[in-house]
């Protein structure tokens, strides 16, 4: 029972790492300087909650 669920959580895991590895292949093949510019100040905005988290 134990080793099953190991097993379905390893195979969510993997899946999870597909789609990251897909969203940042997409991200670096984005030539959109608007598009690069959200993302930017979306990540400066996480940085900026992750400071005043500490």
Excluded: G, N, P
């Amino acid at each position: 029972m134990f080793a099953e669920e190991v097993r379905k959580l390893a195979e969510q895991l993997q899946e999870a790492a597909k789609h990251i590895a897909s969203l940042i292949s997409e991200i670096q093949t984005e030539t959109d300087s608007a598009v690069i510019i959200t993302l930017l100040m979306e990540i400066t905005l996480l940085i900026d909650e992750i400071c005043h988290m500490v």
